[in-house]
Every structure is written in C-alpha cells, then in structure tokens.
C-alpha cells in the first residue's frame, strides 16, 4: 500500500536556510515527462526494455490512467527470469509488469514540503510525487537535493555572518543582565 508522507507542522528548517536550499530549484521536482516509467498493465519484458534503455535501475509504474502504481526494478525482473535450470529470458513475456512490481511506497504529495523530502531521502534514492487525485506528477531525487545542498554550503557564510550561540550565550545574557541592573539603579 503506498503510504503518503506527512508529518504535520514541524518547521526546524530556518527561514534563510531554506530560501538557500531552494535558490537554485523552487521544487527539486524532476516533472512526469522526463521521467521513465512503465505501465503496470505491460509485459514484465517491456519493464525490462526500458531499464536497461533508461540506464536506471528502478523506475515508477504507473496505471493507464496516469496514477502512480509502484515501482519495478532490475532486481525484480531478474528474479522473475530464475528457473531451476538457470535464467529464462521469456519468463518476462508471460508476467506483466503489476505481478512483480512493489506497491510498498514512501509517496510525496503536492504541494512538496522540504522537511519530508530531506527525512524520506534518506531511505530513498528518490520519491514519486502525486497531485491530491494520486495522478503522477514526476519524482524527487537525491541528486537534485543535493545539488541545492552543495549551493546551500557554498553560499551560506558569503551571505551571513554566523555566530556561534554556545560561546556567544553567556556573553550576551551578561550584558542583558548588567542592562537589567543599571535600569534597576535609574
Ligand atoms: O541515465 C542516467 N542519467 C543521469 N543523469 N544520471 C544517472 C543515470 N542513471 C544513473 N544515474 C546516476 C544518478 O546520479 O546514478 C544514480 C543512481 O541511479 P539509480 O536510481 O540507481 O538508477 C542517480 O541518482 P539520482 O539522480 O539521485 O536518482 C536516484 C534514483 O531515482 C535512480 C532511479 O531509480 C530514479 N531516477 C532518477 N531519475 C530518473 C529516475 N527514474 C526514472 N526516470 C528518471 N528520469
């Protein structure tokens, strides 16, 4: 069962620290038509054509109707072709592609939030992004994320003067407190 991500309201990403991160790509969204994805209603050898065309070793499936499915992966195909003799290529030929798909998936719905992109990347190499109605709209994957993390490390000390909040502290509370007892003094 695909599982949607939420994760409520929880915001410890700073507000300058995520206008870095998505400086250089608002959405990270990698759209639906440059993704490579497969049909669950195909032949398991037309999941296997596409793979290996695509050079990607799991891909989205999807159903006729443009609403993500799953995924298959290399993996699952070379399974699917073991016999007790060795590999059997035709084997692919008599399942289709929704017999050997995982329908177990972390899934991201519009609009796209980067606390659960960066969390579920972590586990993932990458996540398929739907609209409400659970209509395909494209995936989200490490590489993209990490390019707006390299830009975020690049750019964060050009643009602001970080201070160190443990040394800074007790400097600042002194001063807060000295202020308090001059004004107690007036
Ligand atoms: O064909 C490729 N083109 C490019 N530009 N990079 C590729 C290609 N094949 C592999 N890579 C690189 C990427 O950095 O190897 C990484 C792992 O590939 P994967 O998992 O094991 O096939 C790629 O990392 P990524 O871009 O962060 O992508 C993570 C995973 O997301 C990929 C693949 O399962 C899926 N994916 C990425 N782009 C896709 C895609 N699936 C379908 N269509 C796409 N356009």
Same mark, same amino acid.
């Given at each position: 069962?695909?599982?949607?991500?939420?994760?409520?309201?929880?915001?410890?990403?700073?507000?300058?620290?995520?206008?870095? $991160?998505?400086?250089? @790509?608002?959405?990270?969204?990698?759209? =639906?038509?440059?993704?490579?994805? +497969?049909? &669950?209603?195909?032949?398991?050898?037309?999941?296997?054509?596409?793979?290996?065309?695509?050079?990607?070793?799991?891909?989205?499936?999807?159903?006729?109707?443009?609403?993500?499915?799953?995924?298959?992966?290399?993996?699952?195909?070379?399974?699917?072709?073991?016999?007790?003799?060795?590999?059997?290529?035709?084997?692919?030929?008599?399942?289709?592609?929704?017999?050997?798909?995982?329908?177990?998936?972390?899934?991201?719905?519009?609009? $796209?939030?980067?606390? @659960?992109?960066?969390?579920?990347?972590? =586990?993932?190499?990458?996540?398929? +992004?739907? &609209?409400?109605?659970?209509?395909?709209?494209?995936?989200?994957?490490?590489?993209?994320?990490?390019?707006?993390?390299?830009?975020?490390?690049?750019?964060?000390?050009?643009?602001?003067?970080?201070?160190?909040?443990?040394?800074?502290?007790?400097?600042?509370?002194?001063?807060?407190?000295?202020?308090?007892?001059?004004?107690?003094?007036?």
């Amino acid at each position: 069962m695909n599982e949607q991500i939420k994760r409520g309201s929880i915001n410890m990403i700073g507000p300058r620290v995520k206008a870095l $991160l998505l400086e250089a @790509d608002a959405s990270f969204l990698i759209t =639906d038509e440059k993704v490579a994805y +497969v049909q &669950d209603n195909h032949p398991a050898s037309h999941a296997f054509l596409i793979l290996s065309q695509a050079g990607y070793s799991k891909i989205p499936v999807l159903d006729q109707d443009n609403k993500f499915k799953g995924f298959i992966s290399l993996n699952h195909l070379t399974k699917a072709m073991f016999t007790v003799d060795g590999i059997d290529p035709d084997r692919l030929s008599e399942v289709c592609v929704a017999d050997l798909m995982d329908q177990d998936a972390e899934i991201l719905v519009l609009p $796209l939030d980067i606390e @659960d992109i960066l969390h579920e990347l972590v =586990d993932h190499p990458f996540l398929p +992004v739907v &609209d409400e109605a659970g209509y395909f709209k494209g995936i989200v994957t490490r590489r993209e994320v990490l390019k707006a993390v390299n830009h975020l490390m690049h750019s964060l000390e050009q643009r602001y003067e970080l201070i160190q909040i443990e040394e800074e502290a007790p400097q600042l509370l002194a001063w807060l407190q000295e202020a308090q007892e001059k004004e107690k003094e007036q």
